[in-house]
Each structure stands twice: as structure tokens, then as C-alpha cells.
């Protein structure tokens, strides 16, 4: 009787440790580069199939802002984040956080476009004019550009910031700037009235994009869990369909050592917080 008790002690042991294991809750972060209402319907089915095959819980924690973003990686609230490179930088600095999964299939880089009858043939031509950009920290189109121009060819110019990719491109098409920053993937976009009209001067240094990190507080098992399950889904028939709108063209593993030349261009200087 003794021992039919404490085999039915340690079955129940089993199952709670199990059951445990399974409801295990992660907190999920991405940056708010879209409305709180896109972010949520493109990542909440995302999640709730990767935390079915991995087998915890992992729960979106929307944040309004970039910098409210910023403020809750830099304090460790998110277990697991999906990032811009530059944020990769900060995380890892601030917390530790490292990049486990990103889009393998593309490099993001900056690049910048005058006028197609624009008499500007070299980058140094800009010293001392008007560029438009999108925003200050949108990093290939801003960012990187910024300290590119301030960093490699040291010239002086007056920042325009315009809010959007097409409203770069406008205000160089209207010769409101000399030049304007942007991103080869918003510039193929444009309407041909207005791509027409333009041509690339410069392009930065390529990077890997943005990656999906982990805190190291994560258990390695469920991160092997979280990756499998990842990979999974996008080595499946309907990959698209899950990664999609993320976005995540085709996924793999990726470290730390793939975003470290971030660090080596400057950005922190022209970083605005």
C-alpha cells in the first residue's frame, strides 16, 4: 500500500512538473514601428502557434512608444523581443539580450537619392545642403546615413525630418532637399512619377536586420523550444502565412557577432533620445 502510494505520488509529481513546464509564460516586446492594432494582429497568431509547438505561454507586451519601447528593453521587462539592429546593440549593452533568429535571406542598408538631373555626382557635394530623412533613428534610412555622412566623408548639412519614406522622396523630387534618405525596399515602391526622378548616390554599409533576442534569464531548453518551433514554421508549406507580415522572408539562426560592426560605425553620436 506503501508503495502504490508513492508511485501515485511521484505520477502526480510528473504531471505537475509537466503541466508547469507547458504554462510556463514568456513576455513578448516588438517594436512599435506600426499602430499597436497591426502589430497585434500580425504577431498574436505568430505567438500563440510558436508557444503551442514550444510549449510555454508567450504573451505581446505592446508598448505606445519607441522610446517606452526603449526604456522597458533597457530595464529587462521582455523575455523575449523582436528588435531593430541598433536596439540589438542597446539590449545587448543594457541587459545581456541575444539574437537568436532573424530574416537570413536580406541585408538592410541606407541609401541616399538625388535628383535624377541633379548636378551632385559625389557625396562631399552635399556639404553644407539640405537632406531629408524619415526620422531621426530610422536606422538605414537615417541613422546609418547620418553617420555615414558625418563620420566617413565629415561634411556638414541641415537635417529635414519629413515622417515618411515617400515624403523623403517627394521633397527631393520637388528640390525642397539636395538629397534624402531611404531604403532600396520603400524606394522600388514608388509610384514611377516619382522614381522616375531619382537616382542613388550612396549606399551604407549592409547589416543583418532585425532579429528576435532572448534575455539570458530564458532557461537554454526553452530557447532551444522557442527556436525549433521557429524554424518549424518557417521551413512549413505556409511559412508566408505565420511570417510574413512580420516581416520574415526566410529564417535562421543567427549571434551576437553578426550585429557587433553596428557598433563600430558611430551611431551612438547622432542617436537621438
Known amino acids: 500500500m506503501k508503495s502504490w502510494m508513492i508511485r501515485c505520488l511521484a505520477l502526480v509529481c510528473a504531471a505537475g ?141 541641415t537635417p529635414r525630418y519629413v515622417k515618411t519614406h515617400t515624403s523623403v522622396y517627394l521633397n527631393v523630387l520637388l528640390g525642397e532637399a539636395a538629397a534624402g534618405g531611404g531604403v532600396r525596399s520603400t524606394f522600388r515602391e514608388q509610384k514611377p512619377e516619382v522614381g522616375d526622378g531619382l537616382r542613388i548616390l550612396f549606399e551604407t554599409e549592409k547589416v543583418p536586420p532585425h532579429p528576435i533576442s532572448v534575455h539570458p534569464r530564458v532557461p537554454a531548453r526553452v530557447v532551444e523550444s522557442l527556436v525549433a518551433a521557429f524554424l518549424d514554421i518557417g521551413g512549413g508549406a505556409d511559412a508566408s502565412r505565420w511570417l510574413g507580415e512580420v516581416p520574415i522572408g526566410q529564417i535562421g539562426a543567427t549571434d551576437q557577432s553578426e550585429y557587433e560592426p553596428l557598433t563600430r560605425m558611430g551611431l551612438e553620436a547622432v542617436y537621438e533620445r
Open 17 to 157: 512538473i509537466a503541466i508547469g513546464a507547458r504554462a510556463e509564460t514568456l513576455r513578448v516586446g516588438v517594436v512599435p514601428q506600426f499602430t499597436s492594432a497591426r502589430i497585434e494582429g500580425t504577431w498574436q497568431p505568430l505567438l500563440a502557434e510558436v508557444g503551442r509547438r514550444a510549449g510555454v505561454t508567450l504573451e505581446l507586451s505592446p508598448s505606445p512608444s519607441i522610446p517606452d519601447f526603449e526604456r522597458r528593453f533597457a530595464r529587462g521587462e521582455f523575455d523575449l523581443v523582436y528588435l531593430n539592429p541598433y536596439h540589438q546593440v542597446m539590449a545587448h549593452q543594457a541587459q545581456g539580450y541575444r539574437p537568436i533568429l532573424r530574416d537570413v535571406g536580406r541585408l538592410l542598408s541606407g541609401i541616399l537619392v538625388v535628383r535624377k538631373d541633379s548636378p551632385l555626382t559625389r557625396v562631399e557635394d552635399l556639404a553644407g545642403q539640405v537632406v531629408a530623412f524619415p526620422a531621426p533613428n530610422a536606422l538605414g534610412a537615417s541613422l546609418m546615413m547620418r553617420a555615414a555622412l558625418t563620420n566617413r566623408f565629415g561634411i556638414a548639412f
